[in-house]
């Protein structure tokens, strides 16, 4: 209410307030308008003087020009330069110190001098400009001239007031009409060193006119003592001589007479433009005076104007004051009484007791005041007696009446409800503390800090340390040093209250042994506590160590990964799984000597991971002393002792500071495992049970690894006996019936010379026994080199795929980089045997047009790969050849696959390892490229 009467009251004032700020505020933007003004024409100033500069400099270089020869041109032009330079330096500080041009929307100073500055550089002559030099001065340092006039004007041309305004168009005015003089001079200079008056005709009707204009401009702008200055100037006798010189020279040009004598001129022509200039000096003079006194004049009408503004403001307050004081100030005692009964606040009281309006409200304020205080203290006697726990309190109701009764009444029947709930409560608390105590689970109560407050009796089952113990003890005390970092992240994750599911650590039982925990936690925030509760997983979790641990042997052993690498893997796994120091695995020999067949030195897992199988890096398999840490007689390792206890017990055993656990295969004993620690501490108890139980998921992963070499193993030797059958029987073909088949040809030849005289049926009968014995010598042959091609063996893999590409019925182009040596024999013999069975199957079955063959070495592997673009549809398990062909590529450790979609052609792609796994085989050399092409034999010529 008050502020409303107090709106009401300045809704006038507010008007008259108004009124008297407009006139102000303009004011205010004249006199800030004049500062400006006047700051542009200090400006001005500046470049008016370098356009003086200018000018002068302008009439040095024309006479330097046009009278080179005349003694101190040249100083006056090197001075007169100086002069200008110094003015431009000038008028660039007093641009780059104002910067009120650019906001009045005036050009850009600086950049108007830089140009200048440009301009001059080029205005400037240099010797040996040629003729017409001095014009072309003349009209350069004008450009210049002409520029800097302009800027002045643009500079001035905004004019607030009267006085300003006449003095800047008479100051300006005067400026043009010295430009004009100046010009006309420095053209007089030139035509009276040429000594013609011709060109002057023009000269007349153009810069005197000009400079007769510009005078009259400024006699109609300026005040009466410039104008009568001008006139003295113009009056005085070097004005008068100008003036006649003037005319002579007009007169000159119209009778075509020589021109007149100019002795006097030059000086008088100085004289003439020294007195305009000083005019045009005190016209800038009277430009400043009324600038200065447009702007003091302005501030003055301003400052009092805002003088009257703040009076007229200051009244208002004071009556505004005074109108709160005696209205308002009851209604704000009031409306602050009942604010602080709303908040809550009983201790304010309302002291106003009029007979007003206002002075009721204050007294049902206080009255309201006393309820509530009654009221106030029935709850918090209520509320003492709940802390107190004495739930049979009730509130005295009889004191008050209507809703403050009836409120009173439902606290007391809630105060009933509450101590039964309290019962109840009572209740569930021992039920709950039951289950806490039985749960097999580990439960707690600790704080965001990770400190316990309350554990089960699950967590000193579990973990060896009493509830006495724990209590006070943080989360990460209880983990391993390896976990805490861990641990500590998860307890700072709860104390920002983000919830843990199945977060995972390691803690320490009070034995020294590790446990893995797997927590689930609720941080409650507001309470400042966690609920958490944790349950053992550390079989769960050895569990699958050891399946993942069996699943990568078994995918070695499937992948036919070498045995050597298959029993360093199990010995990795070992370690990585049991977390012991050095593992190897043994096999007992028939005289009871056992063999490392694989050895993982060091194996220990990385905290809370499962490592994986990294490459061999155990010893070569032979007979010698399982690696573990040496005796002091020197006698061995700890291992050999624990491998010759199970050797004689075929159960696992602990012996000394070493393990080790039977490996049985078809219930008899194949080997052991043995482990040993690395360091000084033993292995923890339990590690031969476990290292037995390990073992007992590996052995047929070793048992198949064992059996693939032995097998492997028998079809290489299966494969080199075959190899070396056919080449007995091809050395036989060739040492003994080829021999003798070639003997007769040739006691053939000799008879069929002796049949002259006899009949001719003989000789017709040893012809055709000749054919046919050539023709079975061509069988024999073929044969031979069907068997074993005695090229192979003497040219090598090369020349032995080009022969078959000759022989072939169908093109063959061939790619072979092949190492410049001989490649492993047995390698040799099943490319070759590979590729003839291809061509022979594209040539009989695939009817290709084509077959392509590649062979190339990279890293220590060759692969061969034979493509034909017949029918397709090969199928290796068909019966068809391709068996034989992978039997023979694996005997040796390669690969050989089959793509054949129908249609499309058919791929064989072998890959063959060429170095030899026994350590020491030399490397391959260097290999060569070479691509062969070469078309299908011709019927009945012999492709070979």
């Known amino acids: 209410m008050g502020t409303r009467l107090t709106l009401l009251v300045l809704l006038p004032v507010a008007g008259l307030l108004a009124c008297t700020a407009v006139p102000a505020l303009a004011r205010w933007h004249e006199t800030r308008t004049l500062e400006q003004y006047r700051a542009a024409t200090q400006v001005s100033y500046a470049t008016a003087g370098l356009y003086e500069a200018v000018a002068r400099e302008r009439f040095a270089e024309v006479l330097a020009r046009t009278v080179p020869d005349r003694a101190g041109l040249s100083a006056e032009r090197t001075a007169a330069r100086n002069a200008t330079d110094r003015a431009l330096a000038a008028a660039q500080d007093a641009a780059a110190q104002d910067g009120v041009a650019r906001r009045m929307g005036r050009p850009d100073v600086l950049r108007v001098l830089d140009s200048v500055h440009g301009r001059l550089r080029t205005a400037r002559p240099e010797p040996g400009d040629g003729a017409g030099a001095p014009l072309r001065t003349e009209q350069r340092y004008a450009a210049v001239a002409t520029r800097l006039l302009d800027t002045v004007g643009r500079l001035v041309s905004v004019r607030p007031t009267g006085a300003s305004r006449r003095s800047g168009d008479a100051w300006t005015a005067l400026l043009g009409a010295v430009e004009a003089a100046e010009r006309e001079r420095a053209r007089l200079a030139v035509l009276l060193a040429e000594q013609s008056p011709d060109p002057y005709t023009g000269l007349a009707d153009g810069w005197p006119a000009l400079e007769a204009d510009r005078l009259d401009a400024f006699r109609r702008a300026a005040s009466s003592p410039l104008r009568e200055r001008l006139s003295a100037a113009l009056e005085q006798p070097a004005g008068r001589t100008v003036r006649a010189f003037r005319e002579a020279l007009v007169a000159a040009a119209d009778s075509g007479a020589q021109l007149p004598s100019s002795d006097s001129w030059p000086t008088a022509s100085a004289d003439r433009l020294t007195a305009l200039r000083g005019v045009a000096h005190a016209a800038a003079a009277e430009l400043a005076d009324d600038t200065d006194h447009d702007v003091a004049d302005a501030r003055e009408r301003s400052e009092r104007e805002l003088a009257l503004l703040a009076g007229v403001l200051c009244v208002v307050l004071v009556l505004t004051s005074a109108l709160r004081r005696s209205v308002v100030r009851p209604l704000t005692e009031v409306s602050l009484g009942a604010r602080a009964l709303a908040a809550g606040d009983l201790s304010y009281e309302v002291h106003y007791r009029g007979h007003d309006e206002t002075g009721v409200v204050a007294d049902s304020l206080r009255e309201l005041h006393r309820t509530s205080t009654r009221l106030t203290a029935e709850i918090r006697a209520m509320s003492t007696a709940i802390h107190d726990n004495r739930l049979g309190h009730r509130a005295d109701v009889a004191a008050f009446h209507g809703t403050w009764a009836r409120l009173l009444d439902d606290m007391n029947a809630t105060m009933a409800a509450f101590a039964t709930g309290h019962g109840r409560r009572r209740r569930a608390e021992r039920e709950l503390a039951s289950v806490f105590n039985l749960s097999l689970d580990l439960l707690c109560i600790c704080g965001t800090d990770g400190r316990f407050k309350r554990v089960n009796p699950a967590f000193e089952r579990t973990l060896g340390h009493g509830a006495a113990t724990l209590s006070g003890t943080s989360w990460t ?27 995972e650590n390691r803690c320490v039982r009070d034995d020294g042994t590790e446990v893995w925990l797997q927590w689930s936690a609720r941080p409650v925030t507001g309470e400042g506590l966690v609920y958490a509760a944790a349950r053992d997983v550390t079989r769960t979790r050895r569990a699958d160590r050891e399946q993942a641990a069996l699943r990568r042997v078994a995918t070695l052993v499937a992948r036919g990964d070498p045995p050597r690498e298959v029993f360093s893997a199990v010995a990795r796994e070992v370690g990585l799984v049991l977390g012991t120091g050095a593992v190897a695995v043994l096999r007992y020999g028939a005289d009871g000597a056992a063999t490392v067949l694989g050895s993982a030195p060091g194996a220990v897992p990385a905290p809370g991971s499962t490592a994986g199988v990294v490459p061999a890096s155990g010893p070569a398999s032979g007979t010698g002393p399982v690696p573990g840490p040496p005796r002091a007689d020197g006698a061995g390792g700890a291992g050999g002792e624990a491998a010759r206890v199970v050797a004689s017990t075929r159960r696992a055993a602990r012996a000394g500071r070493s393990v080790g656990a039977p490996i049985v295969v078809d219930d008899r004993l194949w080997g052991a495992v043995v482990a040993a620690p690395t360091g000084p501490e033993p292995l923890p108890p339990g590690t031969e049970h476990r290292l037995a139980d390990f073992t007992e998921l590996v052995a047929t992963a070793i048992a198949n690894a064992d059996s693939r070499d032995q097998l492997t193993a028998s079809r290489a030797r299966v494969m080199a006996a075959a190899d070396a059958s056919r080449r007995r029987i091809e050395r036989d073909l060739h040492d003994g019936v080829q021999q003798r088949l070639v003997t007769l040809r040739l006691g053939l030849r000799m008879a069929e010379s002796l049949t002259d005289g006899q009949p001719a049926g003989l000789a017709e009968q040893l012809a055709h026994l000749g054919k046919g014995l050539d023709d079975a010598f061509e069988d024999l042959l073929r044969i031979s080199r069907g068997i074993h091609p005695a090229i192979l063996s003497q040219g090598g893999l090369g020349p032995a795929l080009r022969a078959l590409a000759r022989r072939s019925a169908v093109p063959v182009e061939l790619d072979l980089r092949l190492p410049a040596a001989r490649l492993p024999e047995r390698i040799e013999v099943a490319v070759y045997y590979v590729t003839s069975e291809c061509l022979t199957n594209a040539v009989k079955h695939a009817h290709a047009t084509v077959v392509q063959v590649e062979a190339h070495t990279y890293d220590d592997v060759l692969t061969v790969s034979i493509r034909d673009d017949g029918t397709g549809g090969a199928e290796p398990g068909g019966g068809s050849g391709l068996i034989g062909l992978i039997d023979r590529v694996e005997a040796i450790g390669g690969r050989l696959a ?47």
């Open 477 to 503: 005390d209880l983990a391993h040093p390896e976990d805490r970092a861990r641990t500590r992240a998860a307890l700072d994750r709860l104390a920002d209250g983000v919830a843990l599911a199945e977060f």
């Open 898 to 944: 089959v793509g054949s979609p129908r249609g499309s052609g058919t791929t064989v792609t072998v890959r063959l390892p060429l170095r030899d796994p026994r350590p020491g085989h030399p490397e391959l050399p260097a290999t060569t490229d070479t691509a062969w092409s070469t078309p299908a034999a011709e019927p009945g010529k012999n492709p070979g």
